[in-house]
C-alpha cells in the first residue's frame, strides 16, 4: 500500500506527463499554422513554407521572426550564388564568359555584403520592417536586371540560381510587408 506522500507523489508525476504530452502537438503545431498562414499571402507559397519549415523556428515564432529567417535564407543563397559565380570566373578561361560572369559578381556583391545583411539588421535589431523592406525591394531590383539578361538568347549557367534568389527576394518582400501592416494596425 502506498503512503500519502506516494499517492501525491505519483498523482503530480501523472498530471505533469499529461499536461506535456497535450502541450507538444500545440507547440509543435503553432509555427506550422503560423508558416501556413504567412505563406498564403506571399507570391510562391510552396517556396515560402519549404524554407520556413526547413528553419529552426521556436515555438512561440512570430511574423518577426518568420521574416528573419527568410532574409537569412536569402543571404545565404545569394551568397552561395555568388561563390558560384566566383568559382566560375576563376575556372573559365573563355574572356568573354569571364567578363560576363563578373557583371554578375559585380550584382550580387553588394546584396550579399550590405543589403541583404541591412535588411536582417533593420528586422532583428529594430523591427524596422519598411526600411527592410526598402533593402529586399533594391536587392530585387539590383537583379531584375540580372546577369541571366547578359548571357542573351544563350541559357545562362546561372538561371537556376537566380531565379531561385528572386523567387525567394519576392517571398522575403511579401512577409516584410505583411510586417509593415502589422505594425500599421498595431
Not at 506535456?20 to 508558416?35: K, T
Not at 546577369?147 to 542573351?152: E, P, R, S
Not at 538561371?159 to 534568389?165: L, Y
Amino acid at each position: 500500500m502506498m503512503s500519502g506522500r506516494s499517492t501525491t507523489f505519483v498523482s503530480c508525476f501523472a498530471f505533469v506527463t499529461i499536461i506535456l504530452l497535450v502541450s507538444i502537438p500545440f507547440s509543435q503545431s503553432q509555427p506550422s499554422a503560423l508558416i501556413d498562414q504567412i505563406c498564403k499571402k506571399t507570391p510562391y507559397y510552396d517556396l515560402c513554407s519549404s524554407t520556413l519549415k526547413s528553419s529552426t523556428l521556436s515555438p512561440n515564432a512570430d511574423l518577426k521572426e518568420a521574416a528573419q529567417v527568410m532574409v537569412n535564407d536569402i543571404l545565404a543563397k545569394a551568397s552561395d550564388t555568388l561563390n558560384f559565380i566566383q568559382g566560375l570566373v576563376q575556372s573559365t578561361k573563355d574572356p568573354i564568359l569571364q567578363r560576363k560572369l563578373g557583371v554578375c559578381a559585380e550584382e550580387y556583391v553588394p546584396i550579399v555584403k550590405y543589403t541583404l545583411p541591412q535588411a536582417a539588421a533593420a528586422i532583428m535589431n529594430k523591427k524596422d520592417f519598411k526600411f527592410a523592406s526598402y533593402s529586399v525591394s533594391k536587392a530585387l531590383k539590383d537583379l531584375s536586371t540580372s546577369c541571366d539578361k547578359n548571357f542573351g538568347s544563350a541559357q545562362s549557367q546561372l538561371g537556376d540560381r537566380n531565379s531561385n534568389v528572386e523567387k525567394l527576394l519576392q517571398v522575403g518582400q511579401a512577409i516584410i510587408q505583411q510586417g509593415i501592416q502589422m505594425v500599421l494596425i498595431l
